[in-house]
């Protein structure tokens, strides 16, 4: 199949500000490679809004380095996954610098025998105080031979900080389908609306419009 492959090296310099949109939706025979590297200065903004819909394989990989004081940076993404789809993302945040923040939020919808990979590193290195960093992983199963695998991870080197870290793995709430169908929704749509209601918040964060309503299309 096609081999796509996309990358990015994104100096951020100080006082700027930079938002990055991602939309993958390669065939079905395609495989997909993918990688951001950003390094910003003082009091600069970054953030990566990735949305992978195709693709027999994709990978992505997303770097994100303070150099300076004062930085922020936020990473989403959502991967919707049917069939024999894999979608695997890495993603490493490097806090060599003290007060910035990072936050992290990355949700899987697998459908069919569909895999998912999340595996994200949060380093703060020595002397990165007041260091503001949080980092989730949500996945939502929509078949039973689906499969997720999320490894979140912090590495604390500083003592002054406030880290945290997560991950969820569940399928859809049998009670919430059950209140919808009585309310005479069928089980499609029963269906649909939970799984919009787990990706809507990822969704109205995207900055350009015609991504935004195309994934909210798919």
């Not at 990072?102 to 007041?130: C, H, I, N, T, W």
């Not at 199963?141 to 912090?154: D, I, K, Q, W």
Request: with cysteine.
């Amino acid at each position: 199949g096609l081999v796509a492959s996309a990358h990015w090296n994104i100096p951020v310099e100080d006082n700027a500000m930079v938002a990055l949109v991602r939309l993958q939706r390669e065939g079905d025979l395609a495989l997909h490679v993918a990688s951001v590297a950003a390094r910003l200065g003082r009091d600069a903004r970054f953030a990566d809004h990735s949305f992978a819909l195709g693709g027999a394989l994709s990978r992505s990989d997303v770097v994100v380095s303070f150099g300076a004081e004062g930085g922020e940076c936020v990473l989403n993404g959502l991967f919707s996954l049917d069939g024999t789809r894999v979608s695997d993302t890495h993603s490493t945040v490097d806090h060599a610098r003290p007060h910035c923040s990072s936050r992290e939020l990355y949700k899987g919808l697998l459908d069919g025998r569909s895999r998912g990979v999340f595996d994200g590193l949060v380093l703060v290195r020595p002397g990165a105080q007041k260091t503001d960093a949080q980092q989730m992983n949500k996945n939502l199963l929509l078949s039973p031979e689906a499969l997720s695998h999320s490894t979140p991870r912090l590495e604390i080197l500083a003592d002054d900080v406030k880290c945290k870290h997560g991950s969820t793995t569940g399928q859809l709430d049998a009670n919430a389908l059950f209140y919808l169908r009585s309310r005479g929704l069928g089980e499609a749509a029963a269906r649909s609306l939970l799984t919009w209601a787990f990706a809507s918040d990822l969704l109205r964060a995207v900055p350009v419009a015609p991504v935004r309503r195309a994934v909210e299309a798919h």
